[in-house]
């Protein structure tokens, strides 16, 4: 198994699958990560670049960075492999593997786990345990593919869902990305409020609803790029339900409003 | 000290006072409350609402019945005592405050600190630990008063803030009402997007974004009513920030963006 980028979820993943890989290979953009990856055992040894042999190869980084990988790897990797990718958008992705040589057995996929914190240092076996890992297969994904991530998949502890790219897309805008839209606007609107007071009041409910505003910064920039026309559309119906409840705290009917919170409050408790 | 509610606020004050205090009575519009928190050893006994005597009277309550019992409470207790409320909002209570009778002195309290529970069932000792307690002092409120209160907080764990009840409520409006407000529109956004899969892919992102939307109903429905004004108006500049990051997102000016994204990730982070 080689695994491109050995951040948070690269690193995790070489942990949680350490017991059942006969070998592990890696590699960073930061050759220092490697080294780390190394001293800690995490991998077996560097990838090697240029016509080295996997069976599977698993990238772990964000988004443009995959598809820059995807469009380097025929030449890098010689052979017959499964290429399975970590990004959290898929509809590029997925375009992208379409163009891969035949020898090349592509599958999208969205592990649905994270942490405030990035990089190495945060790698945790056990960050895929009980998490929903998306695949998004292509018509051209060799059903030994699928198996091996479905396997794959069943020993980290995660649950795997099919999911068509595009829907992936649209959900994870409304999950994902848009919160964290909301989680930059509420840290940007206090800044403007200019009292630092403020901060010194912000208690857990407000850590929490900006914990998103704290993601790493090159993840979320792909994100928003490569997934802009869903995240715009999302963030449509977002405005338009704060506008509603806008008009039911201005128009006073405590009785509409309360059935509202209601709802809502019901609905989150069963999440 | 009489404690007037026993859920979570008032009944982990009950826990948290209990080594300094010589009795504590409460009492609860909930009578099973009142029989479970004598149960739990939590006060000594129920407070008598006629002519009992408190030293220290605690208004533990959702904001609107705070409000009611400011107004009773000169009928149900007599002689001198302090008077000091736990509620979320500030203005409508220090102005009910200031209508007292010269033998009670009067002062305005909101610890910053919460749960995503609530109920007596929630009660924890070390729910003040490390927060911060805002305290709102009117020009009758006694020093003795103050001096107590500040004592209380202490003994506790919390730290104390000494704040004007306006200023208080355009904070709490930033950092806590409004979060609400968008944590709820994101719940509502993701029932209208229609798709049962989003439920199961929200993952920890999606919690924290939304935890407050779980929030007790009665208590933020009397924040939502007793705070308008300024929620109303912080609400308009998270519109407004929220707008700019889409101009930005829509824009495809990704070094923009990411110094955005940037300048709002340090600032959390910094919390």
Not at 176 to 183: A, F, G, I, K, R
Not at 236 to 246: A, N, T
Request: one cysteine or more; glycine letters at 8%; hydrophobic letters at 45%.
């Amino acid at each position: 198994v080689g695994i491109i980028g050995l951040g948070l979820m690269g690193g995790s993943l070489a942990l949680a699958l350490r017991p059942y890989c006969r070998s592990i290979c890696g590699h960073d953009i930061d050759s220092r990560v490697i080294d780390q990856a190394l001293d800690r055992g995490l991998i077996d040894q560097p990838i090697e670049l240029s016509g080295d042999q996997v069976d599977v190869l698993i990238l772990a980084a964000p988004v443009i960075a995959i598809l820059d990988w995807l469009d380097r790897s025929p030449s890098m990797f010689g052979g017959e492999f499964h290429v399975i990718d970590l990004g959290s958008t898929k509809a590029q992705i997925v375009a992208a593997m379409r163009q891969l040589p035949e020898r090349i057995s592509p599958l999208g996929g969205h592990p649905m786990c994270g942490k405030e914190t990035s990089g190495l240092g945060a790698a945790d076996p056990d960050l895929y345990r009980r998490c929903l890992f998306v695949l998004a297969p292509l018509d051209r994904t060799q059903p030994a593919t699928l198996t091996l991530a479905q396997d794959m998949i069943a020993a980290i502890g995660a649950r795997s869902l099919l999911l068509d790219a595009d829907r992936h897309d649209r959900l994870a805008a409304a999950i994902s990305h848009v919160p964290y839209l909301t989680s930059l606007a509420l840290v940007d609107a206090t800044l403007r409020a200019n009292d630092d007071v403020a901060w010194a009041m912000a208690a857990s409910g407000f850590r929490d609803s900006t914990r998103l505003a704290a993601s790493d910064v090159t993840m979320m920039l792909d994100i928003l790029t490569s997934n802009r026309a869903a995240i715009l559309e999302s963030l449509v119906r977002v405005q338009s339900s704060l506008h509603d409840l806008i008009q039911l705290v201005d128009g006073n009917d405590v009785t509409a409003l309360r059935d509202k919170l209601i709802v809502l409050q019901e609905r989150r408790r069963n999440l």
